[in-house]
């Protein structure tokens, strides 16, 4: 099954992860505490100018506020790269997310197929069975011909049961214990409200998504299935509000 052996191998990526974390949180604590440095330098050389800044000479004005603006300047640029540091870091763990829900679509829909594969196949060895009975019985009973439609409606409801009961059973017997989810069930589960959500549906990421081309779209992100997609398009593509407005123009 090349899902599953796909799905293997990306987690085993995934223990790289931690680490990768580990890292953007220690730069992030320095770039935090050299920004907080810089903001108490400015404090005191703030506090020393007021006191002062009546027997400066207007050079001595000008080369102190020149001074501290530069310290200002430093300790934006502090905050600037821990404020990208941290983008990186909620993208980093948001593309493991989007990337193991598509991969385990894909593998669920493989695990679907060849349960069903299987029921089939043991649907057809049934009815050869039945074929070869029927063909033997067929000379010592007659088949009553006055069967009401009640009888007839029960029977083809217990097949249809039965049947079903089929499907579930292979596709135990194929992965024990798995609970395959309809792709409508991960909207059903509790997520985390601080999480950011996506698309049409303001539902958070999951499964495949493709991202608007408008650099000023409100959205950005959009579930295949919200619109209509089954496979990434090639060259641009842009959102059902954006094409609307792109057409105006």
Known sequence: MATGLHLEQYLESLENLP??????????????????EVMC????????????VKSLS?????????????????????????????????????????????????????IKEKAL?????????????KGRKKKEEKGKHKRKG?????????????RKKQKKKDTDSAIASVLPGLSIAHPSDVLDMPVDPNEPTYCLCHQVSYGEMIACDKMDCPIEWFHFACVGLTTKPKGKWYCPKCSTERKKK
């Open 146 to 158: 006055n069967q009401s439609d009640e009888e007839e409606t029960t029977q083809k409801a217990g």
């Open 41 to 52: 330098n400015i404090d005191q050389i703030s506090d020393e100018y007021l006191n002062t």
């Open 58 to 110: 207007p050079e001595k004005r000008s080369e102190q506020m020149s001074k501290i603006q530069k310290m200002f300047n430093r300790a934006k640029e502090f905050s600037d790269d821990k404020v990208q540091l941290a983008i990186q870091t909620y993208e980093l763990v948001d593309k493991h997310i989007r990337r193991l829900d598509s991969d385990l679509a894909k593998f669920e829909a493989e």
């Open 117 to 129: 594969n299987n029921n089939k196949k043991e649907e057809e060895t049934n009815n050869k069975k």
């Open 19 to 36: 680490t990768e974390l580990q890292r953007n949180f220690h730069l992030m604590r320095e770039l935090d505490k050299r920004s907080q």
